[in-house]
């Protein structure tokens, strides 16, 4: 998981300067799945700090806030998108990247 948020932000990083058709058929299934692998292991994350009993309460903690990402991220989107189309999906990249080095800086010490 700690590699695909890194991967992710760099991918959209690309995908928002890469204007062509074949570039975003190379780089939607590479998003995708990374983007995937990200949704399922925070998940698995979830499941096992979670205790047997808990884990119910624990997922839908999860999916309350990830509901609430899918639907504020639009929200600021359209708004940051005023001044440049490209604008949202470079700042999706750097905050992707930045939390994915913190994700690995973790993932090494513990």
Request: with cysteine; aromatic share 14%.
């Amino acid at each position: 998981m700690a590699w695909a948020l890194p991967l992710v932000g760099v991918t959209l990083a690309i995908a928002a300067y890469y204007d062509t058709f074949m570039g975003w058929v190379v780089l939607f299934p590479l998003l995708s799945l990374c983007g995937a692998t990200c949704w399922v292991s925070s998940m698995a994350v979830v499941s096992n700090l979670a205790g047997k009993e808990n884990q119910g309460k624990a997922f839908g903690v999860l999916q309350s806030f990830m509901s609430l990402a899918l639907f504020i991220a639009p929200l600021i989107a359209g708004v940051i998108s005023v001044y440049s189309v490209e604008l949202p999906l470079f700042i999706g990249a750097v905050m992707l990247f930045a939390i994915g080095l913190f994700a690995i800086r973790l993932y090494r010490r513990g």
